[in-house]
Nanobody, 121 residues
């Protein structure tokens, strides 16, 4: 089994910063792409940022130049540094990982439980 555990959410003022972290554990051979998604109240879940095994990144237009996704392959973690936060960034943020697991060997997509980020005006 594989689990993703997120941390770092909370309340921050407009213009502030937060760093989210997500740790993967379990019988993992490899983690390929990792991503952060978010879902605002009453809205659909949207892709925020992705990072490949090799470190290539992509961002939603709404967060470009403000958010930075990174990963530590040795620790099986992915982080999202969020700067210049705006009230419209308020959402539950979800970690996602595309993994190769063992017992049996197979591909498995895993989601974290979500962590709430609230940006006040």
């Amino acid at each position: 089994q594989v689990q993703l555990v997120e941390s770092g959410g909370g309340l921050v003022q407009d213009g502030g910063s937060l760093r989210l972290s997500c740790a993967a554990s379990g019988s993992i051979l490899r983690i390929n792409d990792m991503a952060w998604y978010r879902q605002a109240p009453g809205q659909q879940r949207e892709l925020v940022a992705t990072i490949t095994l090799g470190g290539s990144t992509n961002y939603a237009d709404s967060v470009k130049d403000r958010f930075t996704i990174s990963r530590d392959n040795a620790k099986n973690t992915v982080a999202l540094l969020m700067n210049s936060l705006k009230p419209e960034d308020t959402a539950v943020y979800y970690c996602n990982a595309n993994t190769i697991v063992t017992r049996p060997v197979r591909r498995l997509e895993v989601w974290g439980q979500g962590t709430l980020v609230t940006v006040s005006a």
